[in-house]
């Protein structure tokens, strides 16, 4: 869970991570606090198999690393397949 502390003016200011046993809060505009691209809206990322929440993927039980496997992988099995779809074409043609 995250708490959003808005400023007199409606703004975000503060922001809190929750984890077990407590949590963390964090000015809005720290350097810690992932945001989205147009920095609008935190990035929350989830502990692998947990219910605490962190400001980025290094301090999540290596979600990014995890990211970034998978997205290696599909991107090998996209190029077997391709492979695979052009060995059969040569093979057809070889007939």
């Known amino acids: 869970?995250?708490?959003i502390i808005l400023d007199?003016?409606?703004q975000?200011?503060?922001?809190?991570?929750?984890?077990?046993?407590?949590?963390q809060t964090f000015l809005w505009d720290d350097k810690?606090?992932?945001?989205?691209?147009?920095g609008?809206?935190?990035l929350v990322y989830m502990t692998l198999g947990g219910t605490g929440?962190?400001?980025n993927l290094e301090i999540t039980s290596g979600i990014k690393n995890l990211q970034r496997a998978w997205i290696v992988l599909m991107r090998q099995l996209?190029?077997?397949t391709y492979?695979?779809?052009?060995?059969c074409l040569m093979l057809k043609l070889m007939k």
């Open 32 to 38: 810690e606090v992932s945001k989205s691209d147009d």
């Open 40 to 42: 609008n809206h935190p």
């Open 53 to 55: 929440v962190g400001t």
């Open 12 to 23: 975000p200011w503060k922001i809190t991570y929750s984890f077990h046993r407590g949590g």
């Open 8 to 10: 007199s003016n409606k």
């Open 78 to 80: 996209i190029m077997v």
């Open 1 to 3: 869970m995250i708490q």
């Open 83 to 87: 492979y695979i779809r052009i060995l």
